[in-house]
């Protein structure tokens, strides 16, 4: 599947090593507030540091914090990836 780097995608789907901007968040309230309890905010740049050996979970970089997160919370968070 081609994908448009402008196009907004979620975070289990960033490749390893490529960095992203957060746009929004979709999904529950309590996810979502977790999610942003981690320090990932709209506007946050995220980094894909690593993924399982199944994809799940997922671990990146957040201001200088390693996180990791299950794919079910990393699909709730929408971002928009930057080209390096």
Partial sequence: MIMNSNAHM????LPC??????????????????????G???????KMIGKAPLNDPVAIE?????????????DYILIKKIDQ
């Fill in 40 to 46: 990932i905010v709209r506007g946050s740049i995220v």
């Fill in 10 to 13: 979620t975070l289990r789907a």
């Fill in 62 to 74: 957040v201001e200088h914090n390693v996180i990791s997160l299950r794919n079910c919370e990393a």
């Fill in 17 to 38: 090593g490529a960095t992203a901007t957060v746009e929004s968040f979709t999904g529950p309230a309590d996810v979502v507030r977790r999610i942003r309890d981690f």
